[in-house]
């Protein structure tokens, strides 16, 4: 008697569907996007109205939000202040269509991670999902890792700061500088490239461009400086009693040391002069690096 045939296992990869809720009052504009973020690690849910969006994160956990900023009910504000408040943690993308700095210091003010804008550009969509959601997961695993500050330090040579000690050692600093009426400021050192690596498929190799711009910038910086990494394609500076013109001379020098192949820009900003708080510094570097961006083009 034959045996029956057995057949042969198929083992499905393991898929960590990022949740992702598009919110907008013109069905024409969700299925776009649901088209254009098609992607077998994102699952993609829709809400028509802002009142519909905010009942639906009360209900279920989203890794991200993108929303229209004018809708009925409850518009874009209303839906990245509730997001804030169920989820501090969560990103939100917000749609506009009056594209200027002032409507990105509004927005980003108000907590959120970016934004796109109408008529829509189909790989810069992508890539900015790609990017905000990179940077959550980044947050993310540093978080997980620091069960205590002690062990978050680490080696001063091996590797730089992460996100969460980075930020509380600048905050010190910006409370030390505060006190003796002082100056620091920030540099920030941004890789070229996360577009085409989240485009092209590349992305796993990021680390290599990472590691050979924190080498390049370590021999530049003082002792005292502090490295830290700030974004999945971003290396920040804490630098203590330095006026914005040091810092700007310093980011020109680490512009200049460039490693075969790897492209970035070097920005500075400055307490008090850009800003006050760690979060004002950051949005202040964010912008600076925004604008040197857009020269290039």
């Known amino acids: 008697m034959a045996l029956p045939e057995i057949p042969d296992l198929v083992?499905?990869?393991?898929?960590?569907?990022?949740?992702?809720?598009?919110?907008?009052?013109?069905?024409?504009?969700?299925?776009?996007?649901?088209?254009?973020?098609?992607?077998?690690?994102y699952e993609l849910i829709t809400a028509e109205d802002g009142a519909e969006a905010i009942e639906r994160m009360e209900r279920q956990r989203y890794d991200l939000v993108i929303t229209d900023m004018v809708m009925p009910k409850a518009n874009g504000l209303d839906v990245l202040l509730a997001s804030?408040?169920?989820?501090?943690?969560?990103?939100?993308?917000?749609?506009?269509g009056f594209p200027s700095v002032a409507t990105a210091v509004k927005l980003v003010s108000f907590g959120a991670s970016d934004y796109i804008t109408k008529p829509f550009n189909i790989d810069l969509i992508k890539i900015t999902v790609a990017k905000v959601i990179a940077q959550r997961e980044f947050v993310a695993d540093t978080?997980?890792?620091?069960?205590?500050?002690?062990?978050?330090?680490?080696?001063?040579?091996?590797?730089?700061?992460?996100?969460?000690?980075?930020?509380q050692l600048l905050e010190k600093e910006i409370a030390r500088s505060r006190l003796r009426n002082h100056v620091c400021s920030l540099l920030v050192?941004?890789?070229?490239?996360?577009?085409?690596?989240?485009?092209?498929?590349?992305?796993?190799?990021?680390?290599?461009?990472?590691?050979?711009?924190?080498?390049?910038?370590?021999?530049h910086v003082r002792a005292g400086d502090t490295v830290g990494q700030t974004d999945p394609d971003q290396l920040s500076v804490i630098l203590p009693e330095t006026p914005l013109e040091e810092a700007i001379h310093l980011s020109v020098k680490i512009a200049a040391d460039r490693v075969m192949g790897l492209g970035f820009i070097v920005r500075a900003v400055n307490f008090p002069r850009d800003a006050e708080d760690v979060d004002g510094l950051f949005r202040a570097s964010k912008f600076v690096i925004q604008a040197a961006r857009a020269g290039r083009g």
Do not use: C
């Not at 990869?13 to 504009?29: F, G, Q, S, T």
């Not at 330090?153 to 980075?166: G, M, Q």
């Open 189 to 219: 050192a941004e890789i070229d490239g996360f577009e085409q690596a989240v485009v092209g498929g590349a992305i796993n190799h990021w680390n290599e461009r990472l590691q050979a711009l924190f080498t390049t910038v370590k021999r």
């Open 84 to 96: 804030r408040e169920l989820d501090p943690e969560r990103p939100v993308i917000i749609i506009t």
């Open 143 to 167: 978080r997980k890792q620091v069960e205590g500050y002690a062990q978050a330090l680490p080696d001063s040579i091996a590797e730089p700061y992460n996100f969460i000690v980075f930020s």
């Open 11 to 41: 083992m499905e990869p393991k898929v960590d569907h990022k949740k992702i809720l598009i919110v907008d009052d013109e069905a024409a504009i969700r299925t776009l996007l649901v088209d254009i973020l098609a992607d077998p690690g």
